[in-house]
Nanobody, 123 residues
Framework: QVQLVESGGGLVQAGGSLRLSCAASGRTFSSSYMGWFRQAPGKEREFVAAIRWSAGTYVADSVKGRFTISRDNAKSTVYLQMNSLKPEDTAVYYC?????????????????WGQGTQVTVSS
């Protein structure tokens, strides 16, 4: 089992920044990559970014150039740095961990999920 706890969400004005953290515990060595997803009211869960523990990052086109995913292996923590935030970035952001090597952009590829953290961007 892998436990994931997100933090860092909040209310920010458009153009501002936030950094989300996802602390992983448990059998973290069993996960091959970590991802961030978001879900706005009435919309499907959307891929934001993913990172492999060994190497490689992936970022959705909608946030490319504004969001950066990184990790601290020693702390078993993954970060999502969000800059130049827009009102359309408002959503609940979820951290997830995948054991296998499926499509990193698909929620179905992930085995463990955090509880989510709210990000609200005001105009």
């Amino acid at each position: 089992q892998v436990q994931l706890v997100e933090s860092g969400g909040g209310l920010v004005q458009a153009g501002g920044s936030l950094r989300l953290s996802c602390a992983a515990s448990g059998r973290t060595f069993s996960s091959s990559y970590m991802g961030w997803f978001r879900q706005a009211p009435g919309k499907e869960r959307e891929f934001v970014a993913a990172i492999r523990w060994s190497a490689g990052t992936y970022v959705a086109d909608s946030v490319k150039g504004r969001f950066t995913i990184s990790r601290d292996n020693a702390k078993s923590t993954v970060y999502l740095q969000m800059n130049s935030l827009k009102p359309e970035d408002t959503a609940v952001y979820y951290c997830a961990a995948a054991r296998g090597s499926g499509n990193y952009y698909s929620p179905a590829s992930y085995d463990y999920w955090g509880q989510g953290t709210q990000v609200t961007v005001s105009s």
